[in-house]
C-alpha cells in the first residue's frame, strides 16, 4: 500500500509488514522497541488524516481476519482485528445476524473503522465502536492484553476509540443483532422545509440523512426504516442515481471540468436536478447502508450538538455561498446517538455530522480554514479519519477524559512507540 485512499498521505515505512499470527506482532514489537523504530498499523488506509504514517514499521492485519465466534445469547460476535467490514458483512449475514448500523461504505478494516469512530446515521445509534464489549491489544512492550467493558468498566471506554494510540489491537467482541432489512424511501425537499421539519424528519424513521449541493435550493432526503421481515432487494434502476456507477463517471468528469467559482454553482444545480428524485430502495441491511465508492474528493466532518443541526447548516450555506467557496461536492449531514467512549466525538452527547467535503485542490484549504471555524464556533469535534486542523488546547477543553486517555497511554505505550508526528503534536 504506497498511500491513503486520496493519495494525500504517501506511506513510506522503514518496512512494510503483513503479518499472520499474534506471536509474530508480539515479536515485531519487541524488535521495533530494541532498535529504537516506530510502529503503526494501517487498515484499508482509508483515512484522509495521516494517522498511518510511519517511518518505522507499518503493518497491516490483513492475514489476522475472519470471524472467531458467535454468542448468541449474549448477541456478539468475536472478529479478528484486520477483517474488512464488507467480509464481516456476508459472514455475519449467513449465520444469520447483522452489524447494527454501517457508513456509507464497507472497504474499512473493522480495527481502521472502529479506530477513529466510523459512524453511519440514525439518531438513536452509536457509531461502530460504541459497540465493541471486549477487545484483545498488544502494548508498548509486546505484551497481550485483554479488556473488556464488564472486567474493566473504569479505562474501557478509551479503547475502542484509540486512533492506534493504546497498541495493536487483534481481537473485537462487538454486539450484532438480528439479520434484518431496510426500506430507504427518497425524496427531494426544498432546503428550508427539509430545516424546519428536521426534528420530525429525524424520528419519523431510524435512520435519517441529508445531502445537499451547495448552490441548489433542494436537499434529497433519506429516511430508512428497519424490518425483521425479508424485503428483497430492489433498488430502483436508475442510471443517474447518485450512489450508481455511472452517476460517478458523469460527477467525476464534471469535477475535472474544474472547480471555478463561475461553473461550480451551475454544476451542483445541474446534478440536484438530475439525481435527486423520489424513489423507495429495499433489501439486506448492508446493501442499503453502503453505496458505490464515491470519486476522490477530500472530506473533512465535524459532529455539533443535534439541537445545532438546523442553525449550523444555514451557517454553513450562508458561509459557501456568501463567501463563493466553489464547493462542488455534496454537503452530507447525518445523526448518531451520544456514547461514553472518552475520543469520542459524539461523547454523552447525540450529535449531526456535517461533512466539509469537496474535490480537487483550488479553494479547497481557504474553504476546510472556514468550514472548521464555522463547526468549531458550534461546538464541533472532528471526525479522526477526516481532515482536520483542530489543536490541541481544543482537544483538551472539549474532551473531557482527555487528560486520563493521556494518563493511559503513558501505561499502555510509555515509550511512545505507536506515536508518529501528527499523533505527537496532538497529544503531547
Ligand atoms: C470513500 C470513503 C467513505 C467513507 N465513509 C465513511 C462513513 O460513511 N462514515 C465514517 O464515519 N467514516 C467514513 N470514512 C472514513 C473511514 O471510515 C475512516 O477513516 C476509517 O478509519 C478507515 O478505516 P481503515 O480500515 O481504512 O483504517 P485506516 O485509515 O487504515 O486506519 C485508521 C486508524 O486505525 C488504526 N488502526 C488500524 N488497524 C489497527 C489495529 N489493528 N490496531 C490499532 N489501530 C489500528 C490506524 O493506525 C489509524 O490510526 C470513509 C472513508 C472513505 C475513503
Known sequence: MKSNWLGNVAFNPYQFILP???????????????EGRKIRV????????????????????????????????????????????????????????????????????????TATATHGTGIGFGNLSSAITALKIIDGEGELREFSLETNPDIFSA?????????????????????????????????????????????????????????????????????????????????????SKAAHAIFGFLLKLGNSRSFVPHINRFISAIQFKTE????????????VTPPRHHESEYAIPVEKAAECIVALKQLIEGQRHPVNFVAEIRFVKGDDLWLSPAYKRDVCYVGGYMAGEKGYANYLKAYETLMLSFGGRPHWGKEFSMERQHFEQDYPRWNDFKQLRKQMDSGGLFENEWLGKIFS
Not at 27 to 33: D, G, I, N, W
Not at 163 to 187: D, H, N, P, S
Not at 210 to 227: A, C, E, N
Not at 280 to 291: A, E, K, L, P
Open 159 to 243: 479503547f475502542p476509540v484509540s486512533i492506534g494510540c493504546l497498541g495493536i489491537i487483534t481481537e473485537f467482541t462487538i454486539k450484532i443483532v438480528r439479520k434484518f432489512y431496510l426500506r430507504e424511501e427518497r425524496k427531494p425537499m426544498l432546503f428550508e422545509e427539509a430545516l424546519q421539519n428536521l426534528p420530525q424528519l429525524l424520528t419519523a424513521c431510524d435512520h435519517f440523512k441529508l445531502w445537499w449541493f451547495p448552490y441548489s435550493g433542494m436537499v434529497q432526503t433519506y429516511s430508512v426504516h428497519r424490518s425483521s421481515e425479508e424485503i428483497q432487494l430492489k433498488k430502483k434502476f436508475n442510471l443517474l442515481r447518485e450512489d
Open 280 to 291: 423507495t430502495n429495499t433489501g439486506r441491511s448492508y446493501d442499503i447502508f453502503t453505496m
Open 20 to 34: 499472520k499470527t499474534e506471536a509474530e506482532i508480539q515479536s515485531l514489537v519487541k524488535q521495533a522497541k530494541r
Open 42 to 113: 494501517v487498515g484499508s488506509g482509508h483515512s484522509w488524516t495521516p494517522a498511518c504514517e510511519t517511518d518505522g514499521y507499518l503493518l497491516n492485519l490483513d492475514h489476522i481476519s475472519g470471524l472467531l465466534a458467535i454468542d448468541s445469547q449474549n448477541q456478539t460476535a468475536t472478529v479478528k482485528a484486520g477483517t474488512k467490514l464488507k467480509h464481516l458483512n456476508t459472514l455475519l449475514w449467513e449465520k444469520g445476524y447483522a452489524l447494527i448500523n454501517l457508513g456509507s461504505i464497507a472497504e474499512q478494516s473493522i480495527a481502521g473503522a
